[in-house]
């Protein structure tokens, strides 16, 4: 089983950037997809983004416009460019791998274990 780390968190002000990756252990299938999902502080985790490693790119209406999912195929790295963040971005991070093209996390098989996103307002 491809094991997912996500790195590239941190705190960052209102309308600032940051870069998160998740590295994957293994070559992944090109009919894989990964997602990225958050979870703050005292609710579920939601969508966020997902992409198939080959391509087609989707996003949550919350995060459209300011977030870009892409990957590095040679190095197995799934990145999520967020900008424009706002104090609503705080939450973990989870990246995320499955087979089915879909914003439904009970789809998804590996997860890696999160990384911190705080935006100071």
């Known amino acids: 089983q491809v094991q997912l780390a996500e790195s590239g968190g941190g705190s960052v002000q209102v309308g600032g950037s940051l870069r998160l990756s998740c590295a994957a252990s293994?070559?992944?299938?090109?009919?894989?997809?990964f997602g990225w999902f958050r979870q703050a502080p005292g609710k579920g985790r939601e969508f966020v983004a997902l992409?198939?490693?080959?391509?087609?790119?989707f996003y949550a209406d919350s995060v459209k416009g300011r977030f870009t999912i892409s990957r590095d195929n040679p190095a197995n790295i799934l990145y999520l460019q967020m900008d424009k963040l706002k104090p609503e971005d705080t939450a973990v991070y989870f990246c995320?791998?499955?087979?089915?093209?879909?914003?439904?996390?009970?789809?998804?098989?590996?997860w890696g274990q999160g990384t911190q996103v705080t935006v100071a307002s």
């Open positions: 995320a791998m499955g087979s089915q093209y879909t914003s439904d996390q009970q789809a998804y098989d590996s």
């Open positions: 293994a070559r992944p299938f090109s009919r894989s997809v």
């Open positions: 992409m198939r490693w080959r391509g087609s790119p």
